[in-house]
């Protein structure tokens, strides 16, 4: 505990800047004075690993005599200890250099101080002549590793030119790349004729950009190249989800959708803007730094497995995550102040820290924690953050499994925000450390997370009455009979008031003309406006972790697999707690049932986990097992199997029931064929209810 060192001074619990109170001063003294470490986050320096090697003692060198000895090709002094002498060996620790050693022979006609060429690596490299070498001697010399690896920047292409006669080193020359009229400065030591690389950006034709997409089968939405080299969200007209029910009103309730814009001033010490955009204008990078994730690798790797998509993101955490020689972050927790303790601490880490080693100490309680602490340390801090007893979250009105964001949180809890980034920070690392978390969030969250876009039937999710209310203004012939102003009624604690949803919205009648602004209004009111603040500082914790690029060649199905980890699913216990109703009911022997009990059992658990989420709108199951899945209403609603000879091709899914209406299918491989593209293509095109 000596060598721990504290990384920041910890800030008070309702100060979000981060300054440090007296009384935080004052309780961590106290803690010092009792001969008990205080709670908080602490930056264990690393320690650089080293190599040894063996040297002989030299003739004529005594005990505490130094002599020079060559390691890594630099020289370095070695003191000659007691009781040693001429040609005994020694063991000499060093630290271990990035680099290699090479041998050349100098080519005829070069003179001291002249460079000459050599080929590493499929690589050409100058090297100086030294001072009283001659011609056909040898000499070694060493290459940095990140000399010897000039491979282009993300999105960058490598160009090689010589040098035109009369330029000298510092001095600009013009070209044409691509096109592209460039002007390149002559580096030091380099001479007309010889070759050098510089680096300019992928400028790409429309074509070239057509053909990088990311496309997710999932509500009609697909990711394409700009020329900006970003990644755009176009809607595809063409695909199976465009094809939505006809209404009275004309509003799209799949091509109209928002995705949320997260902009960070880092000149300003504010906290940061979170804006609704229309889907088509959200732009999001295709790079990451310390990687060499680009868009033409994001493309790609879309397309594989899901499994094999998590091991390329497990690859990308090693790339950014800080070795553990170079340091780690020790949080030391009260068990009995446990959230608290963990809010204040990993607050205190700064974001630069945050893709360090964690690991965590319980105060008072022996023991070395080679992960295992750590993993108790996520579950008991999701279980409590996330409990609506804490006043941040609450339970989905659709799935009494998935948490949502309380909107009166503020009310709850007076340092609300601070709790909600620490939230975004412990999903993020969690999901950087490979730790499954318990707790599953509402699919407008998983959407947020990953700057997807949200439609109006992701209201569902948050409000399943709102929702089909706003539904029904489709069909109505004049919405104005209705009296609705642009205002929404919300209840604080048993007390309403009244939000206008524009400027002036409660003198502003709802008619026929506006029905669509209305429902706009309404749809970025309900997924954004109202928990504006919580979501703003819940995705800065969460990328202060997790790069965005990252997350694009997944989908918000899979997101939520990838922090939840896949079910445990018992099978005997699911087919023992289903009903049947419509053609099936009474006849649980039909052979459609028994069709898809033999189409589920052979499923991948990756397949079982998408059907859950297919039929219930999440992956979990309750730990009581499938006899308590619960339906929006809170009460106990099991997952039901609706024989329906009206629905054709395609199952539907209703998940405010846990129940899908099957087809009655013809045979075996039709039902898994269209089953298997159900719940792979996802819900919105299949007519979930």
């Not at 700064?350 to 340390?377: C, Y």
């Not at 018992?570 to 009474?586: H, I, K, L, P, Q």
């Not at 022997?589 to 059907?611: D, G, P, T």
Request: contains cysteine; hydrophobic residues 35%.
């Amino acid at each position: 505990m000596g060598n721990d060192q504290s990384s920041t001074s910890r800030p008070s619990r309702g100060n979000p800047s981060g300054s440090t109170s007296n009384q935080s001063r004052v309780s961590a003294a106290a803690s010092s004075d009792s001969g008990t470490p205080p709670p908080g986050a602490y930056n264990i320096p690393g320690q650089p690993r080293n190599q040894r090697f063996y040297v002989t003692i030299p003739r004529g060198v005594r005990p505490g005599m130094h002599f020079a000895v060559l390691v890594n090709g630099q020289q370095m002094m070695v003191r000659c200890p007691p009781d040693h002498g001429e040609n005994d060996r020694l063991i000499v620790t060093a630290p271990r250099q990035q680099s290699q050693q090479y041998v050349v022979t100098v080519p005829s006609n070069v003179r001291p101080g002249e460079q000459f060429r050599v080929m590493i690596n499929n690589q050409e490299v100058m090297v100086t002549c030294p001072p009283g070498v001659r011609p056909s001697q040898r000499v070694t010399f060493q290459l940095p590793q990140q000399e010897r690896t000039s491979q282009p920047a993300p999105n960058h292409q490598m160009f090689e030119v010589a040098v035109p006669d009369g330029v000298r080193p510092g001095q600009p020359f013009a070209l044409l790349a691509h096109g592209q009229r460039v002007m390149v400065t002559c580096p030091p030591n380099v001479r007309p004729g010889q070759k050098i690389r510089f680096q300019l950006p992928m400028q790409l034709s429309q074509q070239q950009l057509e053909a990088i997409r990311v496309d997710y089968d999932k509500d009609g939405w697909m990711r394409c190249l700009g020329q900006d080299l970003k990644f755009h969200w176009v809607y595809n007209t063409s695909s199976t989800h465009s094809t939505s029910e006809k209404h009275r009103v004309p509003f799209d309730v799949n091509s109209t959708a928002y995705v949320r814009e997260l902009v960070i001033h880092p000149s300003s010490k504010g906290p940061g803007e979170l804006n609704f955009i229309e889907a088509s204008k959200y732009a999001m990078a295709t790079t990451v730094p310390g990687t060499d994730v680009n868009y033409q690798a994001l493309s790609s790797v879309a397309q594989l497995p899901f499994q094999q998509k998590s091991e390329w993101l497990k690859n990308q955490f090693t790339a950014i995550r800080v070795p553990w020689e170079e340091g780690h972050i020790k949080l030391k927790i009260r068990r009995s102040s446990l959230l608290q303790d963990s809010m204040e601490s990993v607050e205190s880490i700064q974001s630069s820290n945050m893709h360090k080693i964690l690991r965590v100490e319980f105060i008072g309680e022996p023991g070395l924690d080679a992960g295992g602490v750590t993993r108790e340390w996520y579950n008991l801090v999701a279980d409590q953050l996330f409990n609506p007893d804490c006043g941040l979250f609450l339970y989905s009105s659709v799935n009494q499994m998935c948490m949502q964001v309380n909107p009166n949180s503020g009310i709850a809890n007076e340092y609300h925000l601070r709790y909600f980034h620490f939230a975004g920070r412990v999903l993020g690392k969690a999901l950087m450390d490979g730790q499954i978390t318990p707790v599953h969030l509402v699919q407008p969250l998983y959407k947020h997370l990953m700057g997807f876009p949200v439609t109006l039937r992701d209201l569902e999710h948050i409000d399943d009455d709102v929702y089909r209310n706003l539904m029904e203004l489709l069909d109505l012939d004049d919405v104005s009979m209705l009296y609705l102003d642009f205002t929404v009624t919300e209840d604080q604690l048993g007390m309403t008031h009244t939000v206008a949803l524009i400027e002036g919205g409660e003198d502003i009648p709802v008619t026929n003309d506006n029905i669509v602004q209305y429902l706009e209004e309404q749809l970025k009111y309900r997924l954004l406006g109202r928990i504006r603040d919580q979501l703003r500082e819940f995705l800065k914790g969460f990328y202060d972790v997790v790069p965005e690029p990252l997350l694009a060649v997944f989908d918000f199905q899979e997101l939520e697999l990838l922090l939840h980890g896949l079910p445990n699913i018992n099978m005997d216990d699911w087919v023992t707690y289903t009903e049947y109703s419509g053609e099936f009911n009474g006849n649980p022997n039909h052979k459609v049932i028994q069709w898809f009990w033999e189409i589920v059992r052979s499923y991948s658990q990756e397949n079982k986990a998408k059907l859950l989420q297919f039929s219930t709108g999440t992956c979990g199951v309750p730990a009581q097992g499938f006899a308590f899945l619960q339906g929006n209403d809170g009460n106990i609603r099991k997952f039901t199997l609706h024989g329906d000879k009206n629905v054709k091709v395609f199952p539907r899914s209703h998940t405010c029931f846990n129940r899908i209406d099957m087809p009655l299918y013809s045979s075996k491989s039709e039902m898994q064929k269209y089953l298997t593209m159900a719940i792979t293509y996802e819900s919105q095109g299949f007519e979930i209810e």
